[in-house]
């Protein structure tokens, strides 16, 4: 009850969706009782946002579902969910991975970790873009590792929110405590590794934390976006760290691994594609695994809600309103501006406006980035769309991309702006 009432308040904000995912994607409820909800959010930053800027229209959206007044409170610091009976490990098995040319040499290195882990292959670093499998791959390894060593400490962790616990316990004092989590641990996971670099403290502390898990034979395993060469504003010491043990690549699946996705999540949802179908969907949608089990239930729920026949003509509908749904499968300039306007909290007319305050111009400049790297524009025709001179653009551009060199929140700001806006978020 008190996780739905979060949502159904959220749904009725006057706020773009984007920027309530933004806020409030990390999220949870302490508890709801007594005509009070308790929020926790794990970063204190986001914590005063909220504050600042929801709480009112919260209480009144809350006010007007409830009929009381409701009380809303953020938190923020060390907080443990209720456990459940269920294991987050349990849905993500080395059996479940669909293997093609595009991932089997990172199937086979995790699935070497899970039967000798801390042996040849440590760390193992996995690398590749959203939604290819890596989350999917460290899970199987931790499922493996659970039944076959019941006895193992295990951590799965994300970058930021590694970060974030840090920052709370520096804060708070308990850095012993920290300390003692992750480096008295038999397995240590840790998600989109990225996002520690150019945290200083926070490399220093997991560099520590990484020497004393390696030096007492115990498994790491770290996925990214990208080879730890190519992570700007990541120490050195830890880029060859990194490349201690193995790395392993996962590209867009083929055109056969597609295929087989396809089949094996509509075996999974009860639902009998055509091959025509299937070749439909997997010559349409190339990049990302999520949107090809979208476009199945798409189709499938298009069938039994519809009664249509599943044909290739079904298919295209299919995606055509997925494309409606989620623009990120094929972004516009317009898109982009949206996406970026919503991240900074800017109404997007500013962005082709004459306004040249800091608030609007900085923006505005990642605008002009990100659609020249998501839609490789040229500098005339971004220029067009701003109302610009092509050497405002190419000022815009270069300096956007000299931050990203040597700034660790410029690059987590543009990662997250291509995720809002490939709906990869």
């Known amino acids: 009850m008190a996780n739905n009432i979060l949502e159904m308040a959220l749904e009725q904000l006057d ?38 800027k929801f709480i009112a229209p919260l209480q009144d ?25 269920t294991s987050p490990y349990d849905d993500y098995t080395f ?11 990172a199937h086979a290195a995790a699935l070497a970790v899970s039967q000798r882990p801390a042996a040849e292959n440590n760390p193992l670093f996995i690398y590749g873009n959203s939604g290819l499998g890596k989350t999917h791959l460290m899970y199987a390894i931790a499922n493996v590792l659970r039944r076959t060593h019941p006895e193992y400490r295990i951590i799965y962790v994300k970058g930021e929110d590694f970060t974030n616990e840090l920052i709370t316990a520096i804060q708070e004092g308990n850095v012993q405590a920290f300390r003692n989590k992750y480096r008295m641990v038999d397995l240590l996971l840790l998600d989109d590794v990225q996002f520690i670099a150019g945290k200083e403290r926070t490399q220093e502390e997991f560099f520590h934390t990484f020497n004393a898990l390696y030096e007492a034979k115990k498994q790491i395993v770290l996925t990214s976006d990208r080879p730890p060469k190519e992570i700007n504003t990541l120490e050195d010491r830890m880029k060859t760290r990194f490349e201690w043990g ?31 179908v299937s070749n439909y969907i997997a010559e349409n949608i190339q990049a990302n695994i999520r949107q090809l089990e ?16 599943i044909t290739v003509s079904l298919a295209e509908n299919a995606i055509d309103a997925l494309r409606t749904e989620n623009p990120g499968l094929n972004p516009t300039p317009e898109r982009i501006m949206e996406a970026v306007a919503n991240y900074f909290y800017i109404p997007v007319e500013q962005m082709i406006s004459q306004n040249r305050s800091k608030d609007v111009a900085y923006p505005r400049q990642m605008a002009m980035y990100m659609i020249r790297q998501e839609l490789e524009y040229s500098f005339p025709d971004i220029a067009k769309i701003f109302k610009r001179d092509h050497t405002t653009v190419m000022h815009a551009c270069n300096k956007i991309e000299e931050e990203r060199k040597n700034s660790r929140e410029t690059e987590d700001v543009i990662k997250k702006l291509h995720n809002n806006i490939r709906g990869d978020g």
């Open 15 to 52: 706020f773009p969706p984007s920027t309530i995912s933004a806020w409030f994607d990390d999220v949870t409820v302490v508890s709801f009782g007594d005509n009070r909800l308790v929020l926790h959010s794990p970063v204190p930053f986001k914590k005063e946002f909220i504050e600042s």
């Open 61 to 85: 959206v809350l006010h007007n579902l409830t009929g009381d007044p409701i009380t809303v409170v953020v938190v923020t610091g060390e907080y443990t969910a209720p456990s459940t009976s």
């Open 95 to 105: 059996e479940r991975f669909i293997v093609g040319s595009s991932n089997k040499f």
């Open 246 to 276: 193995l790395l392993a690549d996962i590209q867009p699946p083929d055109f056969e691994t597609r295929i087989a996705i396809i089949r094996d999540k509509a075996v999974k949802m009860g639902v009998e594609l055509p091959d025509d």
């Open 294 to 309: 979208g476009a199945v239930k798409k189709i499938k729920a298009m069938h039994e809600l519809m009664g249509e026949r």
